[in-house]
């Protein structure tokens, strides 16, 4: 069991390029989340996604934007890189049962924009 | 403003000592959970509450929920060098997202 699976693991990108963040989970959850995480800052969400074909903004979607084709996959795309990108990003699925969220959590993507 | 406050931002201590790291909020929660994360990888969860005033335990590490359901906190009792990570507090209210503090940054020293 992968459980969430999170592509590359590191990547270094020029200002104006675009790359897209890979994201797979393997248990079947129907929300899928994407996370930064800025040293100090905790986590921000940035787009959240409550089955294939529903997605949603979070607190900080400005430059992104997410597809979900299907259950498993949830890819987030980045549009002209900008130095603020740089960032850990975490990608999340959740199971939801009796009002109670458990979440489990990728390994993370290091993104420097330079 | 940030809806989860986690204090202390920082802690370091020995080894075998006991530590108390709290979040608090101005909001209720329907639940609040804990996680921690270790250095290049993802949040682990810890523990989930749900009730207002439930206490939980898993090994040294007990939690609690506040009687209102506004804050919680992580207690653990003779701490060692593997408790060392970030630990983060998350809440949910109604159906929207979980939210997250900034997290307390442990650091337990053999």
């Known amino acids: 069991n992968a459980g969430v699976t999170q592509t590359p693991k590191f990547r270094i990108l020029k200002i104006g390029q675009s790359m897209t963040l890979q994201c797979t989970q393997d248990?079947?959850?129907?929300?899928m989340y994407w996370y930064r995480q800025d040293p100090g800052m905790g986590l921000k969400l940035i787009y959240y996604?409550?089955?294939?074909?529903?997605?949603d903004k979070g607190e900080v979607p400005n430059g992104y934007n997410v597809s979900r084709s299907t259950t498993e996959d949830f890819p987030l795309r980045l549009e002209l890189a900008a130095p603020s990108q740089t960032s850990v990003y975490f990608c999340?699925?959740?199971?939801?049962?009796?009002?109670?969220?458990?979440?489990?959590f990728g390994p993370g993507t290091r993104l420097t924009v330079t | 403003t940030q809806l989860l406050e986690q204090s202390p931002q920082f802690l370091s201590i020995q080894e075998g000592e006991n530590l108390t790291v709290y979040c608090n909020s101005s909001?209720?929660?329907?639940?609040l959970q804990w996680y921690r994360q270790e250095p290049g990888e993802g949040p682990v969860l810890l523990v989930t509450?749900?009730?207002?005033?439930e206490v939980k335990k898993l090994k040294r590490l007990t939690f609690q929920f506040g009687d209102a359901r506004k804050d919680s906190s992580l207690h653990i009792t003779a701490a060692q060098p593997g408790d060392t990570g970030l630990y983060l507090c998350?809440?949910?209210?109604?159906?929207?997202?979980?939210?997250f503090g900034k997290g307390t940054r442990l650091s337990v020293i053999a």
């Open positions: 999340a699925s959740t199971q939801y049962s009796g009002g109670v969220y458990e979440q489990y």
């Open positions: 248990m079947n959850h129907n929300y």
């Open positions: 996604s409550v089955g294939a074909g529903i997605t």
């Open positions: 909001s209720v929660f329907s639940s």
């Open positions: 509450v749900v009730t207002g005033g």
């Open positions: 998350a809440g949910v209210i109604g159906n929207t997202p979980l939210v």
